[in-house]
């Protein structure tokens, strides 16, 4: 098993920046993919980014493209998550996750708030 603690979150302004961190502990040789989804209140959960921990292949949901990035550091399996140009849409919870064979995310961290003021 996996245990993800985020960490990062917070109130910005929009247009702002914040960078999300997890650290990721326990069997940490069973990553395939490593990710960030998001919540927002009455919505369902939405995909935002992942990496291919192998081979640091990395993938945005489609309304992040261009302002976030997802980079990861190996030696303290941690992944980040730098979210610029932020805009009050953005504002959820931001959950990282583990999927650790390839076929789907089976862990997941308990979530940390990003609100983006107007």
């Known amino acids: 098993q996996v245990h993800l603690v985020e960490s990062g979150g917070g109130l910005v302004q929009a247009g702002g920046s914040l960078r999300l961190s997890c650290a990721a502990s326990g069997r940490t040789f069973s990553i395939y993919y490593m990710g960030w989804f998001r919540q927002a209140p009455g919505k369902e959960r939405e995909f935002v980014a992942g990496?291919?921990?192998?081979?640091?292949?990395?993938y945005y949901g489609d309304s992040v493209k261009g302002r976030f990035t997802i980079s990861r550091d190996n030696a303290k399996t941690t992944i980040y998550l730098q979210m610029n140009s932020l805009k009050p849409e953005d504002t959820a919870v931001y959950y990282c996750?583990?999927?650790?064979?390839?076929?789907?995310?089976?862990?997941w961290g308990q979530g940390t708030q990003v609100t983006v003021s107007s």
């Open positions: 990496i291919r921990w192998s081979r640091s292949t990395t």
């Open positions: 996750a583990n999927d650790p064979t390839g076929t789907g995310y089976n862990y």
